[in-house]
């Protein structure tokens, strides 16, 4: 049974930086994708970054486009936890982050997400 714990929100004027963790626990969990999915108050779930773990580094990464070039995901503690690092941060980044894994990351990347989900943090950016 994989489960995912999420930290790190809270809240933060426009250019800020915050950054997310989610630390993820099961059988092989080092070998699973592990992403960041948001949604905002009346919105759809959004994908905004998914990434792969491979011999001891973050092996592949891709980010949505509204993310692009401000964000960035990492693994670290052997695969386990999965780390999102924004920067340049703006109101409407504001949102309640989840964290996601599944055994690949077409899996994470398809509009519903993988299996597994975290219970989500809240990140508000104020102007």
């Known amino acids: 049974q994989v489960q995912l714990v999420e930290s790190g929100g809270g809240s933060v004027q426009a250019g800020g930086s915050l950054r997310l963790s989610c630390e993820g626990s099961?059988?092989?969990?080092?070998?699973?994708?592990m992403g960041w999915f948001r949604q905002a108050p009346g919105t759809d779930r959004e994908f905004v970054a998914v990434?792969?773990?491979?011999?001891?580094?973050?092996?592949?990464?891709e980010y949505g486009d509204s993310v692009k070039g401000r964000f960035t995901i990492s693994r670290a503690n052997a695969g386990k936890t999965v780390h999102l690092q924004m920067n340049s941060l703006k109101p409407e980044d504001t949102a309640v982050y989840y964290c996601?894994?599944?055994?690949?990351?077409?899996?994470?990347?398809?509009?519903?997400?993988?299996?597994?989900w975290g219970q989500g943090t809240q990140v508000t950016v104020s102007a």
């Open positions: 099961g059988d092989s969990f080092s070998t699973y994708a």
């Open positions: 996601n894994a599944d055994l690949s990351s077409a899996s994470v990347r398809r509009p519903g997400g993988g299996r597994y």
């Open positions: 990434t792969r773990w491979d011999h001891g580094r973050t092996y592949y990464a």
